[in-house]
């Protein structure tokens, strides 16, 4: 096949606990992830040489700092392919949102550029190649919903959520991961999300009571300095959701809501101020999710 587009979608953290870290400085993350209706859309096109990035958005770096560029030079070079490959990116998926918007596009190019170079790689070995690119690669690479263990690299597949608005709000703040680790590090966190007591409300497909057993250890760290991003998520609960998480290392916002009127009512008082704003959906898992 001489092109392909595939679909790379958001991930959320219904719950993120950083429970260590290892000898080798990596910390040991126990994560419920779900993905949401939001995507970037990468096209692939095999040409003569070399691997060429574009994107509709200028803001993005275009070389290996991008993990798109990462991901494919690591497969040409691990597999020694002389041919080249032309990648579009389309970016919908907003940058340093805790969304893994980088992520799921590596994941896309693993997966794109192992049909476009007929690598025929089996799912374990793309998550073996994943995990060196990012930590939450792997679970882009699954998809769906998951508790995702380790440095990202061990993934157990959960009852998907079921379907429901979802808003996503991001202000105008921008938190770098290492940054986050750096500031998490020097905390004692007092409160841990309730891992095994979300699970068990998943497969009972009862989410009441969700709002007061998930958590998200960063938001002790981003709560902190951006009291901004506190408020949103108050605010989101306030409105009629029945539970709101800060996702990632932050900044954006996740509200689940059981009624869709109250969904729309909030997101149009979030839309009044917040350019990034989005009432969107759970997403089920779809496999490789090929455009077309």
Known sequence: MDKISLKAKAKVNLSLDVTGIRADGYHEMRMINHSIDLEDILTFEACDEGVILTSNDQT??????????????????????????????????????????????????????????????????????????????????????????????????????KSMPVLVV??????????????LDELTIEKHPDIKAIIQLLEANDYNGLKDIIGNVFEAVAFTTYPEIAEIKKEMLEQGAIASIMTGSGSTVIGYFLNQELAEQSYRRFNEKYKMCFLIGTKEDEGEDYVG
């Not at 030079?73 to 970016?91: A, D, M, P």
């Not at 679970?139 to 998951?146: E, Q």
């Open 170 to 183: 991001k202000p105008d703040i921008n938190i770098a991961t290492p940054w986050a680790f750096k500031q």
């Open 60 to 161: 993005i770096p275009l070389d290996e700092r991008n993990l798109v560029m990462k991901a494919a030079l690591n497969l040409q070079n691990k597999f020694n392919i002389k041919q080249g490959v032309k990648i579009h990116l389309e970016k919908k998926i907003p940058a340093q949102a805790g969304l893994a918007g980088g992520s799921s596009d590596a994941a896309a190019t693993l997966k794109g550029l192992n049909i476009i170079w007929n690598l025929n790689l089996s799912i374990k070995e793309l998550l073996a190649i994943g995990v060196t690119i990012g930590a939450d690669v792997p679970y882009c690479l699954v998809g769906g919903t998951a508790l995702v263990e380790g440095i990202g690299e061990q993934i157990t597949p959960l009852k998907d959520l």
